[in-house]
């Protein structure tokens, strides 16, 4: 209400007064002041006495004397100055280490992600035998280096040790949600057998090539940059169904508490929830993947940039306080436990406390309707 009083006092001073010369015109307390500088003229140098030791004063602030002698024209407009070059930007992709094991990250999402990875393996040659677009995966078929694209296999032919010249490759490709938000974590898996052999076998825990993995992975992070640049495409298959899970089901823990059981492994899981929690409009106050939980406000919408108010919004005080914000809050942990291949989602009003069953059935059916 202070507010308000005073910007109606302020308003009422400014309709009384006869004009507004005072305020914005030439001789007005807001005038222009942008040329001012070119009344600007050069004072006599100071004068320090003959008997006082002093060092040199050079002036702080000369006027150019083409500014000081040029004609004013109160009409000139300075030019703007040129923007500064900038050395160069940060690629979306980045090749990562940890031991013995690489990976890139991408800043982008696994739906944008999956069609750049796939078009590169089709342009190098490799024949993709089985795809699952659904878990980010896919799989070439066995073939020779020498018998992929003639630039691919002339440059891996320079970087690949340890292979016979007639073995025969093949490439596990996994591409999983990264740990910060809308980026993606693209893995390979590399295995080689001798050209006269026929036995399929399981993919190795480990490539039994690096040297061919970190080959495929620069040119993948050379070409996938490039392709960024141009711009790309996503994939409407991935972004829908990438980190749904194989099977939702709501059902009761042995305390008779409703959960959610989720066939997926914690990450997709992990993205999934999320994703489903944001499509059903619900606040998000803060998260904790080491815990698995999500900290939920049922009584605020998710909040989305758009709904800002804007500055007469916040003028008027339109926008509530954080006290009426905590005051009709209700606070859930929305929490993510792994369950062996599974994972279990439950609801919960603190770590001690399990959620009404009516909120807990509410939110988890929240979740399902919005997962996948």
């Known amino acids: ?45 100071m004068q320090v006495p003959a008997d006082v030791d002093a060092k040199r004063l ?13 004609p004013a024209d109160r009409d000139y407009d300075v030019p703007r100055p040129q923007a500064l070059p900038v050395g160069g930007e940060a690629s979306d992709f980045s090749l990562q280490k940890s031991g013995d094991s690489r990976w890139v990250v991408a800043q982008r999402i696994p739906a944008e992600v999956w069609p ?31 018998r992929l694209s003639a630039p691919l296999a002339r440059r891996l032919g320079g970087r690949v040790s340890g292979l016979a010249e007639d073995a025969e490759v093949r490439v596990h490709v996994r591409i999983e949600p990264g740990v910060q938000r809308n980026t ?13 052999s026929t036995a399929e076998g399981s993919w190795p825990s480990r490539s039994t090539s690096p040297s061919l ?15 960024a640049e141009q711009g790309g495409s996503v994939s409407l298959l991935a972004a829908r169904d990438f980190d749904a899970p194989s099977r939702v089901s709501l059902s009761e823990d042995g305390n008779g ?51 800002e108010p804007g500055f007469f919004g916040r003028l008027w005080g339109s926008k509530p306080s954080q006290e009426e ?13 792994k369950v062996g291949d599974s994972v279990q989602v439950s609801v919960e009003k603190d770590i001690n406390t399990v959620a009404p069953d009516d909120v807990a059935r509410r939110v988890l059916s929240l979740i399902q309707e919005n997962i996948g």
Do not use: H
């Open 257 to 307: 508490n409703p959960v959610l059981n989720l066939g997926a492994d914690f990450d997709r899981a992990w993205s999934s929830v999320a994703r489903a929690l944001e499509q059903g409009d619900v606040r998000v106050d803060d998260l904790n993947r080491s815990l698995g939980v999500y900290y939920i406000n049922l009584a605020e919408r998710a909040e989305k940039k758009a709904d």
């Open 184 to 196: 993606s974590e693209i893995y390979l898996l590399t295995a080689d057998r001798p050209a006269d």
């Open 325 to 337: 914000l905590d005051a009709r809050a209700e606070r859930y942990q929305v929490r993510l436990t």
């Open 58 to 70: 050079d002036q702080l602030l000369p006027i150019p004397v083409n500014v000081a002698s040029a």
């Open 213 to 227: 993995e970190a080959a495929l992975l620069d040119e993948m992070i050379a070409t996938m940059a490039r392709g």
């Open 1 to 45: 209400m202070k507010r308000l009083a005073g910007l109606s006092a302020l308003a009422l001073t400014l309709s009384s007064t006869g004009g507004c010369a005072w305020l914005w015109g030439d001789e007005g307390y807001f005038r222009d002041r942008s040329n001012d500088y070119l009344e600007s003229r050069q004072t006599a140098p």
């Open 116 to 146: 750049g990875t796939r078009q590169f393996f089709e342009d190098g040659g490799f024949r993709i035998v089985d795809e699952r677009p659904q878990t980010g995966e896919f799989s070439t078929d066995w073939q020779r280096i020498d």
